[in-house]
Every structure is written in C-alpha cells, then in structure tokens.
C-alpha cells in the first residue's frame, strides 16, 4: 500500500488562488490513474481530476477552467493548482492513487473559502 500526504490547504477568499501537493512513498510513474478528490461537510466524497495513463488528465464540469492538474514523476508527486475559488469548492481534499485492484488514499488536506 503506498503513503500519500498532503498539503498545502488552508483559507482564501473567494476568487483566490490555493496550490495543494500530494507526495507519494512509491514511484507513481507507471501506476493507472492518479487524482484528487474532495468531500464536502454532509456530501459524497466526489472526484475533482483524474489523470489516467495515456489519456492526460480530465476534470469534473465544475472545475474545469479553473483547476489544473500537475505532476512530477521524478518527485512522486502530484498537484491541484486551484484559481477563481469559489465557496462550493470548500471541502477536504484526497490524494487518490490507483495501481490495478490497489487504491491508496491520504489523509486529506482542507480547503475553506470564505470572506
């Protein structure tokens, strides 16, 4: 099972920008999917982007524009580069691995937006 640990959450007002990274304890490179997800207080954890081997990465409608994805095999990392936050976006954010039947998740890290 491989360890993912985020950070980089935190308050910002609404239209703000936020950058949140995801450092994994194994090579990420060859793995299947890799994303993030977030749930909100009383809702369904949801999926936000998920970039899947040989596909490039696809977004949830509600983001798109305004999250970009971004990874760095060398650094078994991964990010969320988040812009033109809106209070909706409040909610913890995961770190999703996918390597086959194995699926690794972190501890989360959370995101307020809010004046």
């Known amino acids: 099972q491989m360890t993912l640990v985020e950070s980089g959450g935190g308050l910002v007002q609404p239209g703000g920008s936020l950058r949140i990274s995801c450092v994994a304890s194994?090579?990420?490179?060859?793995?299947?999917?890799v994303g993030w997800f977030r749930q909100a207080p009383g809702k369904e954890r949801e999926w936000v982007t998920i970039?899947?081997?040989?596909?490039?990465?696809s977004y949830t409608d509600s983001v798109k524009g305004r999250f970009t994805f971004f990874r760095d095999n060398a650094k078994n990392t991964v990010g969320l580069q988040m812009s033109s936050l809106k209070p909706e976006d409040t909610a913890v954010y995961y770190c999703n691995v996918r390597q086959g039947m194995r699926m690794s998740w972190g501890q989360g890290t959370q995101v307020t937006v809010s004046s």
């Open positions: 970039d899947s081997k040989g596909y490039g990465p």
């Open positions: 194994a090579s990420i490179a060859n793995v299947d999917t």
